[in-house]
Nanobody, 124 residues
Framework: QVQLVESGGGSVQAGGSLRLTCAAS????????MGWLRQAPGKEREFVAG??????????DYADSVKGRFTISRDNAKGTVYLQMNSLKFEDTAVYSC???????????????WGQGTQVTVSS
């Protein structure tokens, strides 16, 4: 049974930090792509960050809006993916979901399996 369970969301003031965790089971976390996506009220879901393995190591990709502030990492042994979010802005407020897809494309919203999401609220 496939399960993706997010945790670590909450409320924080602008400029603060949060670390999201996604625990995956029933999926080959070490292969395919693990991603974080978000959806704000009234807006479409958008890609935030993703990671996959390659022969040369981990490959990551980020939305332009979070580059330099967010860092995605993966612990294959634990089947866990993290999203460290620093210098949070009001516009980062959204429901953040982790997701998995096969293949190599990272920056997309077309992921196959999704968690239920965790709310991140940034107050200005």
């Amino acid at each position: 049974q496939v399960q993706l369970v997010e945790s670590g969301g909450g409320s924080v003031q602008a400029g603060g930090s949060l670390r999201l965790t996604c625990a995956a089971s029933g999926l080959p976390v070490s292969s395919g792509v693990m991603g974080w996506l978000r959806q704000a009220p009234g807006k479409e879901r958008e890609f935030v960050a993703g990671v996959r393995s390659s022969w040369s190591g981990m490959i990551t990709d980020y939305a332009d809006s979070v580059k330099g502030r967010f860092t995605i990492s993966r612990d294959n042994a634990k089947g866990t993916v993290y999203l460290q979010m620093n210098s949070l802005k009001f516009e980062d407020t959204a429901v953040y979901s982790c997701a998995w897809k096969p293949g190599s494309v990272i920056k997309t919203t077309a992921y196959d399996y999704w968690g239920q999401g965790t709310q991140v609220t940034v107050s200005s």
